[in-house]
């Protein structure tokens, strides 16, 4: 079976001013960003790669690189800018490619995923889940500015802060005090705030996790990341 092809475009702005190059850049970053994808028959990938002014000794490039969900998330992205990044000093010397042969692909895994004993754990952790989120609250009732709408737009905003060295090291020492993670010190944290804003007193927060338990699928790009609702009785 051939691989599926991508669709792979190349634009040639050698022509412009530098101010120019940055405008038309930001111009199909942002048309690749809003392009819809064709999930039924894909490509699930597009590639761009953009000529910029430069000297002959320097050729100077920009690639974009748009590519759906469902074949990628936050761990792959890493492993594919880790891939390209190889294969780019090793073409750049003249050397073979330097990536070794995967254990397994993506469909060995997605058949994995259906044998039986997996469709086994599977029914014990929803079993799991179902009791462990029973009766839990459907809403955070945070004090807002304004009314909650009847549907959720998800066109709030982001916050950003630093956390000091000091203080990250004194969580770091309470995390190890009471033999739990750094993240867990902050979900922790996290949660308590949320209880003395909202006056609730049961918090449930959705956890993304990477998923990849096995070690055959660290390597591996894909979509494997999953959510876990982390229920919290502050009682």
């Known amino acids: 079976i051939n691989p599926p ?3 792979f475009s190349i634009h040639n702005l050698t022509h412009l001013s530098e101010a120019q190059q940055t405008v038309e850049l930001q111009e199909l970053a942002r048309h690749e960003a809003h392009t819809l994808f064709d999930l039924a028959h894909g490509p699930l990938l597009r590639v761009t790669l953009c000529r910029l002014k430069s000297t002959p000794a320097t050729p ?34 003249g050397r073979p490619l330097p990536l070794p042969p995967l254990p ?24 799991y889940w179902q009791s462990r989120l029973a009766d839990s609250p459907t809403l955070l ?27 990250t090291a004194e969580l770091r020492a309470l995390a190890q005090q009471t033999d739990t993670t750094l993240f867990m010190v902050l979900l922790t944290v996290f949660k308590v705030l949320l209880a003395r804003y909202s006056g609730q007193e049961d918090i449930v927060v959705g956890v993304p996790i990477a998923n990849r338990q096995r070690a055959e699928v660290a390597s591996l790009i894909g979509f494997f990341v999953n959510t876990i609702a982390l229920r919290t009785q502050l009682t």
Do not use: K
């Open 5 to 7: 092809s991508f669709t």
């Open 141 to 167: 009732q945070l004090p807002t500015d304004r009314p909650r709408p009847a549907r959720q737009r998800y066109d709030g905003s982001c916050v950003h802060f630093t956390i000091t060295p000091e203080a």
């Open 60 to 93: 100077s490039h920009a690639l974009i690189i748009a590519m759906h969900h469902l074949i990628c998330d936050g761990w792959s992205m890493g492993l594919l800018l880790q891939d390209i990044y190889e294969h780019y000093l090793a073409l750049a010397a």
């Open 104 to 127: 397994i692909q993506y469909a060995d895994y997605a058949i994995w995923q259906q044998a039986p004993e997996q469709r086994r754990a599977r029914e014990d952790h929803l079993a």
